[in-house]
């Protein structure tokens, strides 16, 4: 395509399309004639390069990026893909501050300022504010229905999210040493990107269903161990042995 095709089709202007173009970000145009012709290798970089412009990187930043990983654009954006797709397969919801208010009974603001700081909510900048875990959302409505007020849910929230922030770091770790460090040691070649998008991708659901299982063990492990603490206490309570005493 031409570049006032490949303009229309990627939503740039040509002008900034050749501004990347003479800095190095974008490979020239294959050339026919007079005319410069791109193809599907130009729409991805231009797309990761506008990703990475909203997540605030700067020109010169992505360039060294797009040096360091050989000018493989493709492998990049399907690496930065794979970083940003949630895990557990959760899609965010959005609500308005009144269905916070209804759900939660209450308009008290430390709740909502409490919510945003332990990432429960994310404020929009249209005002709304988005859910990141809907079923997160959903166990706290459990919670409150057995009659844990709302100010306790999120004291106890905080308290599994500062383990769960361990436990999340000690797989990235395992990631960075077993999959990451070998491949930027090797120099990132083109061929190894494949291997860690798929290690990527597989950490992810491999993580949830590791945690879940050993949390299921450790769960059974804490209810049995404090059940039998219940009924020994039980069985030695005066006021049991007295209604089991014979009249």
């Not at 395509?1 to 294959?30: C, F, W, Y």
């Not at 959903?138 to 599994?160: D, I, M, N």
């Not at 945690?211 to 069985?235: C, I, N, P």
Request: aromatic share 6%.
């Amino acid at each position: 395509m031409t570049i006032d095709e490949l303009a229309r089709k990627i939503g740039m202007t040509v002008r900034n399309i050749r501004a990347h173009q003479s800095r190095g970000l974008l490979p020239p145009p294959e050339l026919r004639g007079r005319t410069g012709y791109y193809g599907p290798e130009h729409i991805t970089r231009l797309e990761l390069i506008q990703e990475l412009q909203t997540e605030g990187f700067n020109l010169e930043l992505i360039k060294r990026l797009l040096d360091d990983a050989g000018g493989s654009s493709s492998e990049v954006l399907r690496f930065k893909q794979a970083l940003a797709r949630p895990f557990g397969g959760e899609e965010p919801q959005t609500v308005g501050i009144a269905d916070l208010i209804a759900e939660w009974g209450t308009t008290d603001p430390q709740l909502l300022v409490k919510s945003l700081s332990l990432g429960l909510l994310r404020q929009l900048p249209d005002g709304r504010f988005e859910v990141p875990s809907p079923r997160l959302a959903k166990a706290g409505r459990e919670l409150q229905k057995l009659g844990v007020p709302l100010e306790r849910s999120l004291e106890f929230t905080a308290v599994v999210r500062e383990h769960a922030d361990r436990l999340a770091q000690i797989y990235v770790d395992l990631f960075l040493e077993t999959v990451w460090t070998p491949f930027e040691q090797a120099g990132r070649p083109d061929e190894g990107w494949p291997a860690v998008q798929d290690a990527l991708e597989r950490l992810q659901p491999m993580a949830c269903e590791s945690l879940l299982a050993l949390f299921s063990l450790a769960m059974r492990s804490a209810v049995d161990r404090e059940g039998a603490r219940a009924l020994k206490r039980m069985a030695t309570d005066p006021a049991t042995e007295a209604a089991a005493a014979p009249s």
